[in-house]
């Protein structure tokens, strides 16, 4: 070794390489290491007694998890296909625009560049028993005689948090999809126009299978997003009441640091991590479908 120099864009990298391991690699393996344990963080000692999978194996048998599971895709499922609807519909409106534009795709990023926290806030307030917007409006159009407890009944709260989540995400649908309209070659339009077809067959048979590959792109994102959704969660009912709107992180949050026990809250972190790539391999499987078939039709 004597003599021997690390070549220079291994010493370029190194410092990269280093905060990497100590922000990333390192947190990850304890993690993972601690999911096999009991650790609790009121028991210190308790993070070296190793249970091997019988965290894994209590989850698998948890009702409360598989329950916060299931509310965790329900509002994927719902919040991704209204996101994909609304966006498709607002970009082909900014589509057609003939001026102002480029204003219209300023204005249409705007929910993107609020923090989830402050949206939390934000929706938080709008639905509020008494001085929020919602039920101010209601009761101003005679719609409703009396305060909807949005934040307090089940149904009514899981509603709040979807219409924040679809509010705040929705432009990364209709940005992407726009992006595919306007990469979108106009001839087989006009020539579709020619043989009679009507505007929904155009959309239908020409239009659609050509975005479809940003669609997904947008709903694999999205679908990571959501799947890890706990901010909005968080501010707006903490997961009550009584965890009607407990989701998988907020489940993960409260079993680490409210019940302290950080060793089966490490192994829920690893199955919901597992879960979400189920989900993003299942969307790349439909992206590439796409792009097969959109390389076959054009």
């Not at 501010?235 to 950080?262: N, Q």
């Amino acid at each position: 070794m004597k003599g021997w120099r690390p070549p220079a864009p291994f010493l370029l990298l190194l410092p990269a390489i280093v905060v990497l391991a100590a922000v990333v690699i390192i947190p990850l393996i304890l993690s993972l290491y601690s999911s096999f344990t009991p650790f609790r963080l009121t028991q210190p000692a308790s993070l070296y007694t190793f249970v091997g999978f019988r965290n894994y194996a209590r989850i698998l048998t948890d009702l409360e998890f598989w329950t916060a599971f299931g509310r965790t895709v329900l509002l994927l499922t719902v919040a991704l296909n209204v996101e994909m609807l609304l966006g498709l519909g607002l970009a082909m409106l900014v589509e057609k625009a003939t001026s102002g534009q480029r204003l219209l795709r300023t204005i249409m990023m705007f929910p993107m560049m609020f923090s989830p926290i402050l949206v939390g806030f934000q929706f938080k307030f709008m639905f509020n028993d008494n001085i929020g917007l919602v039920n101010n409006a209601l009761q101003s159009l005679g719609l409703t005689d009396q305060a909807i407890p949005w934040l307090i009944d089940g149904t009514l709260a899981f509603t709040a948090i979807l219409v924040a989540e679809i509010w705040s995400s929705t432009s990364v649908f209709a940005i992407l999809i726009l992006a595919g309209l306007l990469a979108m070659p106009k001839e087989p339009i006009e020539a579709a126009r020619v043989d009679g077809c009507t505007p929904w067959q155009t959309f239908r048979y020409v239009t659609w299978p050509f975005i479809m590959p940003f669609a997904y792109i947008a709903m694999t994102i999205r679908s990571l997003d959501v799947a890890r959704a706990y901010d909005i969660v968080k501010i707006m009912t903490d997961g009550g009441p009584a965890k009607r709107t407990e989701l998988l992180w907020t489940l993960v949050s409260r079993t680490a640091y409210a019940d302290a026990r950080m060793g089966l809250a490490n192994a829920m972190a690893y199955v919901a991590i597992l879960l979400s790539i189920l989900f993003t391999v299942y969307f790349f499987r439909k992206l590439a479908a796409a792009r097969t078939q959109i390389a076959a039709e054009w």
